[in-house]
């Protein structure tokens, strides 16, 4: 997810592993090597830890075991017990430091700072998509949906893990890493304002902030490629190919949330992008990718007019 780049945040439930316990001395989430044999006990339960884990290293990893025995069909997809209840923020680890979006420094534009600069801000847009990719399958886990609904957001969170994982490593051949810039705290927001709606989770994350990496990312391709890195460029085309199918699952289960209730997808967008998403949807729109994702004009040209 790549959405507001151009703009540019305890107890773990009844998961069984085989991992040792944390020790009443530390807060932090364990590393990767203490989940390799993690298995959650339910869906939800696995999309609890991700969200919760302070540690990088755990947050994809269990993203990775709870997709794989999501898949493998070995998971229910909640327990009884109450202990799935999502975390109100974030698991995040000591840096980057967060700021208000207001208070971040200007960004280096040029050279080898300027294309760490950028690759910062993407890492986090996308360490955010984990989260809040994870946190609706937590979250709504007790609605009465189809499980190829869960099937396609387990897969939309594991590709955004994916994307930081690719991230990251590209910051570490540049002799940086994840954390060495700060970073804003905004994006959670929008987990904030649609903890109870899924419609309204569908219209903004999907279909707002990942619909705006269709439009931006093309470009920051092609500079990519006239700054001599193929290397950042390719990364830049898995995100943007995989953006695409997950703009495409927004808009199938928005409308099909609006086929439920009997109303005009179009119109409800609308409404909830409104109530939702602060800031306007700021043009150029890539309208042929969008529209390929079944996100047709109707949906955000009449919002740029309005709120833009």
Not at 70 to 76: D, P
Not at 188 to 202: C, H, I, K, N, V
């Amino acid at each position: 997810m790549q959405g507001s780049h151009d703009n540019a945040s305890r107890p773990l439930g009844s998961e069984t592993h085989t991992s040792q316990p944390r020790t009443s001395q530390t807060r932090v989430s364990p590393g990767k090597a203490e989940t390799a044999d993690y298995t959650p006990a339910s869906l939800a339960c696995g999309a609890r830890r991700v969200v919760a884990s302070r540690s990088l290293d755990e947050k994809t990893h269990v993203a990775h075991a709870t997709a794989r025995a999501w898949f493998g069909r070995s998971l229910s997809l909640r327990l009884r017990t109450g202990s799935e209840r999502m975390p109100d923020q974030p698991g995040r680890p000591d840096t980057p430091i967060l700021l208000p979006p207001r208070d971040m420094p200007k960004r280096a534009v040029g050279g080898t700072s300027g294309r760490i600069a950028l690759l910062h801000s993407i890492a986090h847009i996308e360490l955010n998509a984990v989260d809040l990719t994870w946190d609706m399958v937590g979250r709504f886990a007790d609605r009465q949906l189809p499980r190829s609904f869960f099937d396609d957001w387990v897969r939309v969170g594991l590709e955004e893990a994916k994307h930081f994982s690719l991230l990251r490593r590209r910051l570490e051949d540049l002799d940086s890493h994840y954390g060495a810039l700060p970073a804003h705290h905004g994006l959670w927001e929008a987990a904030e304002s649609t903890g109870d709606d899924l419609a309204g989770r569908l219209a903004v994350i999907p279909l707002v902030l990942e619909a705006r990496g269709l439009d931006i990312t093309p470009p920051m391709i092609d500079k990519a490629r006239e700054r001599g890195d193929p290397e950042t460029a390719a990364i830049l085309e898995i995100i943007y190919r995989d953006e695409k199918r997950h703009v495409a699952f927004g808009a199938k289960w928005f409308r099909y949330l609006c086929d439920k209730e009997r109303c005009d997808p179009e119109r409800r967008f609308q409404d909830l992008v409104r109530r939702h998403f602060k800031g306007g949807l700021k043009p150029p729109f890539n309208d042929r990718a969008r529209s390929e994702a079944g996100l047709t004009p109707g949906f955000y040209r009449p919002l740029a007019r309005l709120i833009g």
